[in-house]
C-alpha cells in the first residue's frame, strides 16, 4: 500500500480516534485499549505488542512497501489473542483487517491463520471485520472475506478516499460501541460465533470521482 491510499488510511485512523472516543463515553466502566500490526514483506507490531489505553493511543505515520503478508499478520494476531495473552473476562476485542492487495503468502498458510481464529475463544469472540481498498481486481475479496465473522456486513469495499475514511470511521466506532454493550440482542449464544452481531453499515451515497 502506498501514495493516496496509506495517506488516506492515516488520515482515517486518526480522524476516527476521537469519534470512537466520544462514542464509548457513555461506557465509562469499560477500559478500551488498542494495537496495530502492520503487513508487507513480514508482519510487525505498528503500535504494541502492549495495548494502549484509548485515551494515551496516537497513531504513527504508516509507510508500507513490498508484499502482502497477511497471513503473518492473523498469525500475529492470533498469538495475542490466546488465552496466556488475554484477561480471563473481558469484552469482545474488535479486530479489523485493511488491505489493498491479494495475500502474498502461500494460500495455506493463510487458510491455517484462519482457522486458528476460529479455534481460540477470543479469536471467536471477537467482532472481526474486513476492509478492502482500490478496484476489486487488485484484491482478493472472498480471501479477505474469510477473516470477517459478521454475515449483515461482509466485506467493505472502499473504491475512493471517501469511502475508506467513512468505513474506517463506522468499523471501529460501531464495534466498539457493540463490543462495550456486550452481547447484542437477538445474536446467537452458541460458543462458535462472535458474541456481537453488528447490523450492516448504511448505504454509501458518495460522487465517486476520485478514485483510488
Not at 502492549?50 to 513490498?66: C, H, K, M, N, R
Not at 491463520?113 to 472481526?128: T, Y
Not at 449483515?152 to 475514511?165: D, R
Request: charge should be negative; glycine fraction near 6%; charged fraction near 25%.
Amino acid at each position: 500500500m502506498r501514495g493516496k491510499k496509506i495517506a488516506t488510511l492515516n488520515q482515517a485512523i486518526r480522524e476516527a480516534l476521537p469519534e470512537i472516543q466520544k462514542a464509548v463515553a457513555a461506557y465509562p466502566q469499560v477500559d478500551i485499549r488498542m494495537r496495530a500490526i502492520k503487513f508487507s514483506d513480514d508482519a510487525a507490531w505498528h503500535v504494541g505488542p502492549d495495548p494502549v489505553p484509548l485515551a494515551d493511543f496516537v497513531w504513527p505515520e504508516l509507510e508500507t512497501s513490498g508484499l502482502t503478508a497477511t497471513a503473518k499478520a492473523l498469525r500475529l494476531l492470533a498469538g495475542e489473542l490466546s488465552i496466556e495473552r488475554m484477561p480471563r473476562r473481558g469484552l469482545p476485542p474488535v479486530c479489523i483487517l485493511i488491505s489493498d492487495g491479494f495475500c502474498t503468502d502461500p494460500r495455506e498458510d493463510y487458510d491455517a491463520a484462519i482457522a486458528e481464529l476460529g479455534k481460540i475463544p477470543w479469536g471467536i469472540k471477537a467482532v472481526r471485520l474486513a476492509i478492502a481498498l482500490g478496484d476489486e481486481s487488485d484484491y482478493n475479496a472472498a480471501e479477505l472475506l474469510k477473516f470477517s465473522n459478521q454475515d449483515a456486513v461482509g466485506l467493505l469495499k472502499a473504491h475512493s478516499p471517501e469511502e475508506l475514511v467513512t468505513y474506517i470511521k463506522w468499523a471501529s466506532v460501531s464495534a466498539s460501541v457493540a463490543s462495550s454493550r456486550g452481547r447484542s440482542r437477538g445474536a446467537p449464544a452458541a460458543e462458535e460465533t462472535s458474541n456481537v452481531a453488528l447490523e450492516s453499515p448504511p448505504p454509501m451515497i458518495t460522487s465517486n470521482t476520485d478514485l483510488f
